[in-house]
């Protein structure tokens, strides 16, 4: 009586790793900025935050998030 736990689908999808991808640049970026202390670029970088989840949502709302008409989950 196996009974497979059933993917939610969340995080698996185009438009979440674009908007992950982005936050992690900013995060990153921000962080050797910060270390040579560049606070121009800190802001930059850490500005790059909130465009990667706007992105992401854009994205989503465009289709290409786990429910979404355009996104085609990988076979198992």
């Not at 270390?35 to 850490?46: A, G, K, N, R």
């Amino acid at each position: 009586m196996t009974n497979p736990i059933a993917d939610p689908g969340h995080g698996h999808s185009p438009a979440a790793w674009t908007a992950v991808v982005i936050m992690l640049v900013g995060v990153a970026a921000a962080t050797v900025a910060f270390c040579f202390e560049q606070p121009t670029l800190v802001i930059i970088s850490v500005a790059l935050i909130p465009i990667g989840a706007i992105v992401g949502w854009a994205l989503a709302k465009a289709g290409y998030g786990v429910k979404g008409p355009k996104y085609a989950p990988k076979a198992h």
